[in-house]
């Protein structure tokens, strides 16, 4: 049995292999001629799906922490993302190009993005107390501290 996920779905019909490489050179020059801020979230809002919109960014999260070396249970339970998803980026992480891996490793030393994932790591911290804290006196009284 096939399951249909709600994902972006791309046309099956091949297109000339010329015109691809021309859409696709098309696409880096629209998305690099985008000025500010303002003017990406303008386009992106109307340009993606609304499943489109919540899975790049979670994919772009889920590599920041894969390239950060956080664990997959804390992965799954932040993002919601299945461990075999999980496992399908961390086996392909190898095969990334280079320029990739160096964007990815530039985004994540950024001060905006550490403390993202230090906001991450604190929120998983309360959920792991808490789910722990029925049995745990210390765990219990770390979920119900205000820090």
């Known amino acids: 049995i096939l399951v249909y996920l709600y994902m972006p779905r791309a046309s099956r019909k091949i297109i000339n ?36 919109k919540k899975m790049l960014p979670k994919r772009l999260m889920l590599h920041l922490m894969l390239f950060n070396d956080i664990p997959d249970s804390k992965i799954n339970s932040h993002l919601g993302i299945s461990y075999e998803t999980i496992r399908i980026h961390r086996n392909s992480w190898d095969s990334f190009k280079p320029n990739y891996k160096m964007i990815i ?10 403390e993202l994932l230090k906001k991450f790591g604190q929120k998983l911290e309360k959920v792991d ?14 979920v119900f501290s205000n820090d």
């Open 105 to 114: 490793e530039r985004i994540s030393k950024r001060k905006n993005t550490k």
């Open 17 to 52: 292999k010329d015109l691809n490489d021309e859409l696709n050179q098309s696409f880096s020059f629209l998305i690099s001629s985008l000025r500010d801020k303002k003017e990406i979230d303008d386009f992106l809002r109307d340009f993606l799906s609304k499943e489109e």
């Open 129 to 142: 107390a808490f789910l722990s804290a029925k049995s745990n006196m210390k765990a219990r009284s770390k």
